[in-house]
């Protein structure tokens, strides 16, 4: 059985255990959010001893390079010495400046970064209150913004959620990240874009587009923004203005019930396949619901497009408590 | 000139990549066994195999078929889905502009790992 020394303390750890596991049953707060090697909360450093083979899958190399290891992915085999002290190191402060609602349960929360950030629009950054909660969110503003974006959904029962709803203006976190794949690459400029997604899902395919207009984006952009039904859309009227003002944008919101002006009614994958029965040559940027996402990235292949040309980044939703710990 | 350069080497690899996965994916005959897989890691295991059967340097291993392809076995993958898979990768590099020769030399390639991806 290896031996795992965390912070200066021996933590039992069994065969096949994740550091993450071992840590939480020793009653280590480990902050950690999808388990799954996605949102990074479970960022430890090892300090002696080799990172676990996987453990660093997905990590930037400056923190791979430095000995960081994700504690829902590091099995250890071998003897190990890791420090969570070190993990804050990667991350960055900010200060909650604005809640406001965008509908009906979604608000758009607004944090003030205590440093510049360096991200790619559409990319996601981990949230953790100082509590140790932790949750992933994708960026919606642009580089250079002097606050970073999020669109949340306020969940019954969700923990991080129903702390924004209440409106925790003042309050600081701690931001680490950024991660994930979905973002505008300038050399696309003349390529036709399909942005598709649901729910808070809108958040990077609002930052991708913004980003590709500024990037002066010759190629149409097509956006189609999926939700149950219209009290689920938001940012309607803005998405509006933008294709108004914008020949070569076009804004389609979707909804399963409900019919009003303007809005189509399907769901969004029938929509978007529906209208694209060939995808070669075009950028697809797909977000939300991770089944609609995997289903719509298999589609989007089907129609034609280059796996390299599909950026999903599905949205993974903390385990229920008691379900998965 | 090796059988892999004659091909294009590994820029014809890549082009084969989605092409290749695309087919697979479209035949109903083999689909089933994609279900559910994450794309970005089936598409560099293909082109590992691509690779392979192209003649290019590789270090893919019968234990590694074996055992990638161990649960598929269970859940009925036989010869003739082995010979879908022969089938595309012809189609495939015809495609791209190879000769019956030379596709023949691939098909042979595909064909000396059949036993361990049926783990027999």
Redesign the interface.
């Known amino acids: 059985m290896p031996a795992l020394r965390c912070d200066g303390q021996s933590v039992p750890v069994e065969a096949g255990e994740s550091l993450l596991e071992a840590l939480l049953k020793a009653g280590v707060p480990l902050p950690h959010s999808c388990r799954a090697g996605a949102c990074q909360s479970c960022l430890v450093k090892v300090t002696a001893g080799e990172p676990p083979a996987g453990s660093q899958v997905g990590l930037r190399p400056a923190l791979a390079q430095q000995g960081f290891v994700l504690g829902c992915l590091a099995r250890p085999e071998h003897d190990l010495e890791i420090s969570t002290d070190a993990a804050a190191a990667a991350s960055i402060r900010g200060t909650i400046v604005g809640v406001t609602p965008l509908s009906r349960d979604v608000v758009l929360v607004s944090i003030s970064p205590s440093e510049p950030l360096s991200y790619r629009a559409g990319q996601f950054l981990t949230v953790l209150r100082d509590d140790g909660l932790a949750r992933s969110y994708s960026i919606a503003s642009l580089p250079g913004s002097p606050y970073l974006d999020f669109h949340v959904r306020v969940l019954p029962g969700g923990r991080m959620s129903q702390w924004f709803a209440s409106a925790p203006v003042g309050s600081d976190v701690a931001l680490r990240g950024p991660n994930g794949e979905c973002f505008y690459d300038p050399a696309a400029v003349d390529m036709p874009l399909v942005l598709a997604g649901t729910g808070t899902g809108l958040a990077p395919l609002w930052a991708v587009l913004h980003d590709a207009l500024r990037h002066g984006h010759r190629g149409p952009i097509d956006l189609l923004h999926g939700a149950r039904d219209p009290e689920g859309l938001y940012l309607v009227d803005a998405l509006e203005a933008v294709a108004g003002t914008h020949p070569n944008v076009s804004y389609s919101p979707c909804v399963l019930t409900g019919s009003v002006e303007r809005t189509t009614v399907g769901a969004l994958d029938d929509v978007v396949f529906g209208r694209y029965s060939n995808l070669a040559g075009h950028q697809v940027f797909l977000c939300g619901d991770p089944t609609l996402v995997q289903k719509m ?2 589609r989007a ?2 129609a ?1 497009a ?2 390299a040309d599909i950026h999903a980044d599905a949205f993974v939703t903390a385990p229920k408590p008691g379900v998965a710990s | 000139m090796a059988l892999f350069d004659e091909l294009g080497g590994a820029a014809a690899v890549d082009k084969a ?2 092409i290749f ?2 087919r697979m ?2 035949d109903d005959r083999v689909a089933r066994f994609f279900e559910g897989v994450d ?2 890691k089936q ?1 560099a295991k293909q082109k590992a195999f691509l690779t392979m059967v192209m003649g290019g340097p590789h270090n893919y291993t019968g234990k590694d078929m074996r055992t990638g392809h161990a649960g598929l076995v269970s859940k009925g993958l036989n010869d003739t889905h082995v010979d879908v898979v022969i089938e595309h990768l012809g189609a495939v590099l015809k495609e791209l502009g190879a000769t019956d020769a030379q596709i023949g030399q691939v098909a042979a390639l595909a064909n000396s790992v059949r036993n361990d991806v049926l783990s027999r």
């Open positions: 990235k298999r292949f089907l034609g280059r796996l | 990549v989605d996965y695309r994916l479209a794309m970005d598409a």
